[in-house]
């Protein structure tokens, strides 16, 4: 099992930008990390995900605004956002899928608390 802390939510213009962060409690190392957000009333949805081999796989709406990166030594996951939209109000989750499994990509079992993002138009 793997602990998530996030970190970096807020409340910022359209336009703006925001970087948020995932602290985990153990290796990530092997494991697909991803971050997910969910608006009041919508589902969760993926933002955007970091394979094992390092290739980051992006939602349409936040392609060319977003940035995934990922440090195994200070097991830390980041999402760089620019070009802030209200639409991309949510709380912001990040999650991580076991070791050595590819399915869990998609449906990561562990999850963080999450952190709120404000966007305003």
């Known amino acids: 099992q793997v602990l998530l802390v996030e970190s970096g939510g807020g409340s910022v213009q359209a336009g703006g930008s925001l970087t948020l962060s995932c602290v985990a409690s153990?290796?990530?190392?092997?494991?697909?990390m991803g971050w997910f957000r969910q608006a009041p009333g919508k589902e969760r949805e993926g933002v955007a995900r970091?394979?094992?081999?390092?290739?980051?796989i992006y939602a349409d709406s936040v392609k060319g605004r977003f940035a995934i990166s990922r440090d195994n030594v200070k097991r830390t996951l980041s999402l760089q956002m620019n070009g802030l939209k209200p639409e991309d109000t949510a709380t912001y989750y990040c999650?991580?899928?076991?070791?050595?499994?590819?399915?869990?990509?998609?449906?990561?079992?562990?999850w963080g608390e999450g952190t709120l993002v404000t966007i305003s138009s």
């Open positions: 970091i394979q094992f081999d390092g290739t980051p």
């Open positions: 153990g290796n990530i190392n092997g494991r697909c």
């Open positions: 999650a991580a899928g076991r070791v050595g499994y590819h399915r869990d990509c998609e449906k990561p079992p562990y």
